[in-house]
Nanobody, 123 residues
Framework: EVQLQASGGGLVQAGGSLRLSCLASGFTFDDYAIGWFRQAPGKVREGIACISKYEGTSHYYDSMKDRVIISSDNDQNTVYLQINNLKPEDTARYYC????????????????WGRGTQVTVSS
């Protein structure tokens, strides 16, 4: 069974940092790209970053690109998202998802989504 399990969220003060984890299972990790997204209440879901094990590349989208680092641990089938200098407007549910081979700007290309992890930033 394909699973993407996000963890690492929580309540943090503005200016703090978090490292989110996405544990992938049930598929060949190296054949896919893993993306991180977020959705705040009443807002559209937006892309944050993506890493493609197939292509060996990382991509950052405009929403948080100066404050995040995406990385992966192949041995653990896990993709990480380090978020620095958190702001109250970063409060959202953060999701990871997979796409075959390459990172795409189109969310419709991602075929499996995890349930997400909540990040709440207090001012």
């Amino acid at each position: 069974e394909v699973q993407l399990q996000a963890s690492g969220g929580g309540l943090v003060q503005a200016g703090g940092s978090l490292r989110l984890s996405c544990l992938a299972s049930g598929f060949t990790f190296d054949d896919y790209a893993i993306g991180w997204f977020r959705q705040a209440p009443g807002k559209v879901r937006e892309g944050i970053a993506c890493i493609s094990k197939y292509e060996g590349t990382s991509h950052y989208y405009d929403s948080m690109k100066d404050r995040v680092i995406i990385s992966s641990d192949n041995d653990q089938n896990t993709v990480y998202l380090q978020i620095n200098n958190l702001k109250p407007e970063d409060t959202a549910r953060y999701y990871c998802a997979r796409e075959q081979k390459w990172c795409s700007r189109s969310q419709s290309m991602y075929d499996r989504w995890g349930r997400g992890t909540q990040v709440t930033v207090s001012s």
